[in-house]
């Protein structure tokens, strides 16, 4: 089973910036979407924001938690899928997971439809 790898979590505070990483080996990933997630304490996995690997095209979740703030991109010749965030808030403290499906014409925002996974990486800011 092939498993994503996350890196850049870490402890910092409101109003700081963080980039994460994911690394996708191995098999080809252009027919796929690849999507971050997020899980605070208690709560269940939410849709952050998800690229196409092939045409680099993005989407974001609909509420105004992220928007603005986060920018996910993709290197192809490294094989790796960035999140980018911009002026963190205590709320968006959580085990933050890279996640990979097969390309639909609907970007998925469950969970459970994503078939590879990383270990996740934790995300802690303080106020």
């Known amino acids: 089973q092939v498993q994503l790898v996350e890196s850049g979590g870490g402890l910092v505070q409101a109003g700081d910036s963080l980039r994460l990483s994911c690394v996708l080996p191995?098999?080809?990933?252009?027919?796929?979407?690849v999507t971050w997630f997020r899980q605070a304490p208690g709560k269940e996995r939410d849709f952050v924001a998800a690229?196409?690997?092939?045409?680099?095209?993005?989407?974001?979740a609909d509420s105004d938690s992220v928007k603005g703030r986060f920018t996910i991109s993709r290197d192809n010749a490294k094989s790796t899928v960035d999140l980018q965030m911009n002026s963190l808030k205590p709320e968006d403290t959580a085990v933050y997971y890279c996640?990979?499906?097969?390309?639909?014409?609907?970007?998925?925002?469950?969970?459970?439809?994503?078939?590879?996974w990383g270990q996740g990486t934790q995300v802690t800011v303080s106020s």
């Open positions: 191995g098999r080809p990933w252009r027919r796929y979407h």
């Open positions: 996640a990979a499906e097969r390309w639909s014409r609907v970007v998925s925002r469950t969970a459970l439809e994503y078939g590879y």
């Open positions: 690229v196409d690997w092939h045409d680099g095209s993005t989407t974001y």
